[in-house]
């Protein structure tokens, strides 16, 4: 009975993996091709060092961006990469994965416009307050 649910969850990981391979090898080649466009100049004149700012554009970035967390960590990375601070990079993934902007159209109508906007807000405000610790208790990254 064991042997046949390790077998059981073994194949539905395989077929997870299948499905998003492509999502994630598309994602690679476009930071690769953005990584190549866009100077490392353009993220030190975006970026200052600062948590509080920092936090703030990420938190937009990710506001308006849409996808699912697995892309996020890949951009994350590639972000810490090109020395983006650890505070931008923090609140950039929390506001991706939590606020959905893009989104609030059909939020709105399926669980009401007051709970989606309020939702959405707080969720903003709450990668901002992450961003900033996380740049505050771990800073130099």
Known sequence: MDKKRLIEAASKSAGSLLRIAPMIL??????????????????????????LFDSFIGGIIGSISAGNPVTSYILGGEFLKQGISLSAVTAFIVAWVSVGLIQIPAEGVILGWKFSLLRNIFSFFSALIIGIIVGIIIPGL
């Open 26 to 51: 598309g994602i690679v080649l476009l930071v690769g091709l953005i990584s190549i466009l866009i100077p490392e100049s353009f993220y030190f004149y975006l970026f200052r060092k600062n948590p």
